[in-house]
Antibody, heavy 126, light 108 residues
């Protein structure tokens, strides 16, 4: 059974960098079948896709956050990470990592996010 | 960007009711439409992908339909465990995935 677990600080000061790591167990990030994603949800609000990374290191970011986001993958540790710099209170949210299936049985198309971490609440405050 | 809208934003229903939630995309997304259920304090759970394919382990009372710009999620007989918020999400534009604003289903 695939499991994803976010880890990182729950409190970040304004203008600093938010850093989170997602550890994948029961599966490997070193697979051409999946993209690995970050999604966030401000308290009481809807879901916002932040971006995703492929096992090769190829990334795609939400244009609204692109200037502040960096993602990386460590296949040896089965982890992928998110850095969001210059944070403000508007970045306060629950941050989820999720798996996005892409290729299966020779066919490649994006499906839905099928496995999610439990979420990590990050509050931006001094 | 492809904008997603949902209606209604909330609804009240009784156990056993048939419930339908609609989702509309700002441009054609073929069948690249997914549905999620989210309960308070929990991550979303994938229900339907590709507009109408039931995710493994999801009860058959959930079904999805539509293509192009108009989609729907139907719960054939609402169960106590189904009171939650439902989101649609497009995976057509891989440069930016977008979610709908959500539909909250609560008890009448």
């Amino acid at each position: 059974q695939v499991q994803l677990q976010e880890s990182g600080p729950g409190l970040v000061k304004p203008s600093e960098t938010l850093s989170l790591t997602c550890t994948v167990s029961g599966g490997s990030v070193n697979s051409d079948s999946y993209y690995w994603s970050w999604i966030r949800q401000p308290p009481g609000k809807g879901l916002e896709w932040i971006g995703h990374i492929y096992y090769s290191g190829s990334t795609n970011y939400n244009p609204s956050l692109r200037s502040r986001v960096t993602m990386s993958v460590d296949t040896s540790k089965s982890q992928f990470s998110l850095n969001l710099n210059s944070v403000t209170a508007a970045d306060t949210a629950v941050y989820y990592c999720a798996r996005l299936p892409y290729c299966s049985g020779g066919t490649c198309r994006f499906k839905g996010f099928d496995y999610w971490g439990q979420g990590n609440l990050v509050t931006v405050s001094s | 960007d492809i904008q997603m809208t949902q209606s209604p934003s909330s609804l009240s229903a009784s156990v056993g009711d048939r419930v339908t939630i609609t989702c509309r995309a700002s441009q054609s997304i073929s069948d690249y439409l997914n549905w999620y259920q989210q309960k308070p304090g929990k991550p979303p759970q994938l229900l339907i992908y590709g507009a109408s394919s039931l995710q493994s382990g999801v009860p058959s009372r959930f079904s999805g339909s539509g293509s192009g710009t108009d989609f729907s999620l139907t719960i054939s007989s609402l169960q106590p465990d189904d009171f939650a918020t439902y989101y649609c999400q497009q995976s057509y534009n891989s440069l930016i995935f977008t979610f709908g604003p959500g539909t909250k289903v609560d008890i009448k």
